[in-house]
């Protein structure tokens, strides 16, 4: 059993792109050039034990929630909800953040329901899929309060 709750997330840097990149995989069951990000200033990527990551975009007040990914093995334990806790609990008061998430991804939406995020908007056609019709995209929002 991972022991998440004591171990403090690491950044993934550039040197990470090879496992990172394979984690991804495990994750989405597809491969995304994010490690072309590492190391760009606004790009944050932090990870828990190489078994689960989350990727954000921030410019001033503002962050995007890119991804979040938890090895098949190591889910319903608790790690998404751990990582997403903790990128917001380090962010400064008022941080307003943004996803986007696949209206079916009901894990995901869930996820995001437990930590507060609030439905926006739907994005019409938003994930492009090789051989079938595009799928729709809930946009989420929270802010973290000022106290
Ligand atoms: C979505 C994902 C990151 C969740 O990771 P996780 O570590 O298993 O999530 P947690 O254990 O922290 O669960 C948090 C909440 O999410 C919801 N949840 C998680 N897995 C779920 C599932 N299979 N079905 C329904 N709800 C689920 C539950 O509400 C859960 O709270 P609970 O345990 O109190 O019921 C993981 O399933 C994953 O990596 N999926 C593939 C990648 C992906 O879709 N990423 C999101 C892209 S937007």
Known sequence: MLEHQNTKP????????????????????REE???QHLG?????????????FIFTYTVDDSTDLLTIGVHLAQRKKGLATYLLKWVIAKAPEGQK??????CQNIAAIQLYKKIGFEFVSIRKGYYPQLSAPALDAFVM??????S
């Open 10 to 29: 690491e950044p993934i840097t550039k040197d990470d792109a090879s496992w990172f990149q394979s984690l991804f995989k495990v994750c989405f069951d």
């Open 33 to 35: 050039l994010w490690s």
């Open 40 to 52: 760009d200033h606004k790009y944050e990527a932090f990870h828990i034990s190489k078994q689960a």
């Open 97 to 102: 953040f943004f996803l986007d998430v696949e």
């Open 141 to 146: 929002t929270y802010q973290k309060l000022l």
